[in-house]
């Protein structure tokens, strides 16, 4: 039995990446690839009814307590993700671990920093690739829908890009997030393949952070 590929989004808000994974299940639907798509946080959970109150500002928690929920929010999704890796299901993430350590580092609170946030999550299997779309904070600023939720503010988010561009190793790929729709795509298609390719062909699922 072959596995399946991890693939994840990431990028600051409003940058396009829900329409990117989309396109890219589609496509890989397409070529006879078993894919599902996720998102994180997912807001169905109790958990993430939770997460989805403190983002549309109706609930306030301390920044510890909602990194934990977060983290949990990953972790109660684990073995279902572990079985359809495992049985050849390719999964393809909007955000990941990787906005969890960038979105909480970026706040700045003593104490909460990269390497703390990094060792909650060493229970996750690693991304076998991380498409990083990136995109200046004041270009998604401009795009419809933008400062709905909390975080969705240019300072906020030009610590978060710092901290996704210090996250970065060679399992990253950086795609210009301004460009069309299509074009991006193509460039998703590229980097994604071969990812793929190696999965099936056995290459192990890494754990995060190693
Ligand atoms: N976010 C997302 C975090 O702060 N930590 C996390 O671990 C994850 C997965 O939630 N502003 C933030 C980033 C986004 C928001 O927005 C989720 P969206 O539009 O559902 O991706």
Redesign the pocket.
């Known amino acids: 039995m072959t596995r399946g590929a991890l693939i994840v989004f990431e990028g600051g808000?409003r940058c396009g990446k829900t329409t990117q994974c989309s396109k890219l299940v589609e496509y890989l639907q397409s070529t006879g690839v078993d894919t599902q798509m996720w998102?994180?946080?997912n807001r169905s959970t109790s958990i993430g009814q939770s997460i989805n109150a403190y983002?549309s500002e109706q609930a306030h928690l301390d920044d510890a307590v909602v990194h934990m929920l977060?983290v949990a929010n990953r972790l109660e999704q684990r073995t279902e993700m572990l079985r359809l890796l495992a049985a050849g299901t390719t999964l393809v993430l909007?955000?990941?671990s990787y906005?969890?350590v960038a979105?909480?580092a970026a706040k700045g609170v003593p104490g909460l920093t990269m390497e703390y946030c990094k060792s909650l999550e060493v229970l996750l299997p690693a991304a076998d690739l991380v498409v990083h779309m990136a995109m200046t904070p004041e270009a998604t600023a401009a795009r419809g829908g933008y400062g709905q939720?909390r975080?969705e503010k240019v300072e906020f988010q030009k610590k978060v890009m710092e901290a996704f561009e210090s996250l970065r190793d060679e399992r990253w790929a950086v795609i210009d997030a301004s460009g069309s729709i299509d074009d991006i795509h193509k460039q998703v298609v590229a980097v994604v393949q071969p990812v793929v390719e190696r999965a099936r062909a056995g290459a192990p699922l890494g754990k995060l952070w190693d």
Do not use: A, C, I
């Open positions: 808000d998102r994180f946080p983002l977060f909007d955000r990941y906005s969890g979105y909480t939720e975080y």
